[in-house]
């Protein structure tokens, strides 16, 4: 099946930092990629969507100039996390869709974000 | 809104033991309803999935069928493998998924451990 690759797997970053996270399509061109986070025993809950070429759409409750989302080519979104606290700090995981064969979204690793 | 309610962990069997992971939905619509599996170490794979009620879906010796009735997907499986230790996820999308946005709503995870 198509690969996502998520780097880092892991950070650690100081309360103020900012970080970002990298998801990329391996083997396949994503248009559409989308992005979750899960807190300790809860659901992923979706954040945004990240559409190559124009701004995400976030979901309701989620703060746009907090989390920074940049779909700059058809193999790369990134999320950056700004002015990083505490409660910030949680399993992120971003999915893509092989464009016109929207039947299984492909995961990456996931990201654990601490912040301290 | 949609939501995902799933049997919560962990759970421990025995290998060769039957397993069952309950699943309930509620939706608004006719949404489609998949299995996800996480491996240690590893991204979300799609295990299976039924788009229509009375589907089932297999793969791997693992079994759902689509209830619409009892709004249900539960995931069985007859005999467990240790390698069947994973955090499995139910989620659902609602119809549209050929459009390639469309959004998963997923369950808390259910960590299975099979022991020898």
């Known amino acids: 099946g198509a690969v996502v690759s998520q780097h880092p797997s892991w950070v650690i970053c100081k309360s103020g930092t900012s970080v970002k996270i990298e998801c990329r399509s391996l083997?396949?061109?994503?248009?559409?990629m989308f992005w979750y986070r899960q807190f300790p025993k809860q659901s992923l809950m979706l954040m945004a969507t990240?559409?190559?070429?124009?701004?995400?759409?976030?979901e309701q409750g989620v703060e746009k100039d907090k989390f920074l989302i940049n779909h700059a080519s058809l193999t790369l979104s990134t999320l950056t996390v700004t002015s990083a606290h505490p409660e910030d700090s949680s399993f992120y995981i971003c999915s893509a869709i092989i464009p016109g064969d929207g039947t299984e979204a492909f995961f990456g690793q996931g990201t654990r974000l601490t912040v301290v | 809104g949609n939501s995902v309610t799933q049997m919560e962990g962990p759970v421990t069997l025995s290998e060769e033991a039957f397993l069952t992971i309950n699943c309930t939905y509620t939706a608004t619509g006719y949404p489609s309803l998949f299995w996800y599996v996480q491996y240690p170490g590893e991204g979300l794979q799609l295990l299976l999935k039924a788009t229509k009620a009375d589907d089932k879906g297999s793969n791997k010796g693992f079994e759902a069928t689509y209830r619409k009735e009892t709004t249900s997907f539960h995931l069985e499986k007859g005999s467990v493998q240790v390698s069947d230790s994973a955090v499995y996820f139910c989620?659902?999308?609602?119809?549209?998924?050929?459009?390639?946005?469309?959004?998963?709503?997923f369950g808390t995870g259910t960590r299975l451990t099979i022991i020898p």
């Open positions: 083997d396949f061109q994503a248009t559409t």
């Open positions: 989620a659902l999308s609602d119809r549209g998924w050929s459009f390639g946005n469309e959004k998963l709503t």
């Open positions: 990240s559409n190559e070429g124009s701004k995400a759409t976030y």
